[in-house]
């Protein structure tokens, strides 16, 4: 059983309802707000300050994210890049010579002979084996959704700019309109 003031708030959500970008963060609708708002200035600045610091703190993930995805998009195409080599010398004989990494300062050199399995980390102490042919499509997989969530990250971070812009000029504004109705 709703109450009346629930029921009032979803009847004006879905008479006004909230304009958002294509991942759901809300726009910076500062005209409306202050059209319907009869609250003292030091309230709606409030509010302002108060949409500002989600924003803000939306933005700090949202760049922690792209940290992220900047980091691991090279190291996917590093691996895959391994792989499709792997896959180029799978139908020979011929042993492969190659250096790897054993810490952040020693290397070790080896001969591998032709595989047509690779064990990949998956991260969490889990390490799988895959066919090259799996492990190929799995990190193309991997590197175009990482790809994509990059893009849309770095498209929510512009957005988020804006309504961040938006509503720092809006406070601006508010305040120069305050203090010319008082003068």
């Known amino acids: 059983m709703s109450t009346r003031k629930e029921t009032e708030e979803s009847n004006v959500a879905t008479a006004n309802p909230i304009e958002t970008n294509p991942r759901g963060i809300p726009k910076a609708n500062v005209e ?53 080599f792997l896959v180029s010398k799978q139908d020979t ?21 032709s595989t047509k399995t ?11 084996e895959y066919t090259l042919q799996e492990a190929n499509e799995l990190l193309e997989n991997k590197l175009s959704t990482a790809q994509n969530t990059l893009n849309n990250v770095l498209e929510d971070l512009e ?15 508010k305040i120069a309109k305050e203090r010319c109705q008082v003068h």
Do not use: C, H
């Open 159 to 173: 957005f988020l700019r804006e309504q961040i812009t938006t509503m720092e000029v809006s406070i601006l504004l």
């Open 118 to 128: 690779i064990y990949l980390w998956l991260g969490a102490n889990v390490m799988l």
């Open 32 to 84: 409306e707000y202050i059209a319907n708002s009869s609250s003292s200035v030091e309230t709606t600045l409030g509010k302002f300050q108060e949409t500002i610091a989600k924003y803000k703190f939306m933005e700090i993930n949202f760049l922690n994210r792209k940290k992220g995805l900047e980091m691991k998009i090279p190291e996917i195409r590093k691996t895959l890049t391994a792989v499709e």
């Open 93 to 113: 004989d011929e042993p492969i010579e190659t250096t790897f990494e054993l810490n952040d300062t020693m290397w070790a050199a080896a001969k591998i002979k």
